[in-house]
């Protein structure tokens, strides 16, 4: 039986060179593997120092908004203390126009009851003339001055304080005229149903009884002077005035005052030259004399007050 041959041993110079690749492999291989960590490694690097900085920027930006956040709550804060005080102007300025009106309505209402108080005299004047010429007493009205006019010769006789027939006739018929307009621009305690135009206002202040002389002077047993003569003669008037119609007496002003009173004013304000017989003629009268009443006092005071304090 033959004998196999066995294979002989590699030379081991091949088996040197075969470690010696396997070897540099290895050494290759861990190279590439170092480069690769090295490039993991500045990557990472790169991207964590990216991160930092975005964070940073965030960071940053958070802060920015942040302030401008708390910029823009004290702009709306300052913005809402703003508006309150515009708002309190406002009301301010609301109410003082409020008040401006109230007050602007109470200087008209008191320029219209001045200027209004012209034509009512002179309605009322107008009104008592035209009934006195139908009951055929003709008497002069002055207007302007709010007077209705009685010459001597139609009441009295020279120097003398009681009243001629004539006189005696037209007190009575001015009485009984009087007693029916002047309730309609006065008060009184009685019941009265006077012929109003309109509803009855206390508009007349008062009527005064007015003796006028002319400037000749006199000493008679009843009177010593002028003085005593105009002064006896307005009186009698008024009591002539009472007695035909006592209506009269129970007339009061808007304050609640007696309507007609007295005066004499002797040759003090005359209407005619005294020099001539017939300007003494016609300053010898009496006068009745109808002021009107102003508007409630306190609506001038506060008026008077709102005017100093501009």
Not at 11 to 19: F, G, H, N, T
Not at 131 to 143: A, C, K, S, T, Y
Not at 257 to 264: D, E, M, P, R
Request: proline share 5%; charged share 25%.
């Amino acid at each position: 039986m033959s004998r196999i041959a066995s294979p002989a041993p590699p030379p081991a110079d091949a088996e040197d060179s075969y470690l010696a690749s396997l070897s540099d492999l290895m050494v290759g291989l861990l190279f590439i593997f170092i480069i690769i960590l090295m490039a993991f490694a500045l990557n990472y690097r790169q991207a964590e120092s990216v991160s930092t900085a975005e964070t940073v920027k965030q960071q940053t930006e958070k802060q920015r908004l942040m302030v401008e956040t708390q910029a823009q709550q004290r702009e709306r804060q300052r913005l809402e203390q703003e508006t309150d005080k515009l708002r309190e102007e406002q009301q301010r300025l609301s109410q003082e126009t409020a008040r401006l009106v109230v007050e602007k309505q109470q200087l008209e209402s008191i320029v219209e009851r001045l200027t209004d108080n012209d034509a009512v005299r002179r309605t009322l004047l107008r009104d008592i003339e035209r009934d006195l010429q139908n009951r055929g007493v003709r008497v002069f009205i002055d207007e302007k001055n709010g007077i209705l006019r009685l010459p001597e010769e139609l009441l009295f006789a020279s120097a003398q304080a009681n009243f001629r027939p004539e006189g005696e006739h037209a007190i009575q018929q001015l009485a009984n005229v009087l007693a029916e307009i002047l309730p309609c621009y006065s008060q009184t305690s009685r019941v009265i149903q006077p012929r109003c135009k309109q509803q009855s206002e206390s508009r007349l202040e008062a009527v005064f009884i007015e003796g006028h002389t002319d400037n000749k002077p006199i000493n008679t047993p009843l009177f010593k002077d002028n003085w005593a003569l105009a002064n006896a003669r307005a009186i009698n008037t008024y009591q002539a005035l009472i007695a035909n119609a006592p209506l009269l007496d129970t007339l009061q002003n808007g304050q609640t005052q007696a309507l007609l009173s007295v005066s004499a004013y002797e040759a003090r304000r005359p209407v005619a030259d005294q020099t001539t017989e017939e300007g003494r003629r016609q300053n010898r009268r009496i006068d009745l004399r109808f002021l009107m009443a102003s508007p409630p006092p306190e609506l001038i005071e506060r008026a008077a007050q709102r005017l100093n304090n501009k």
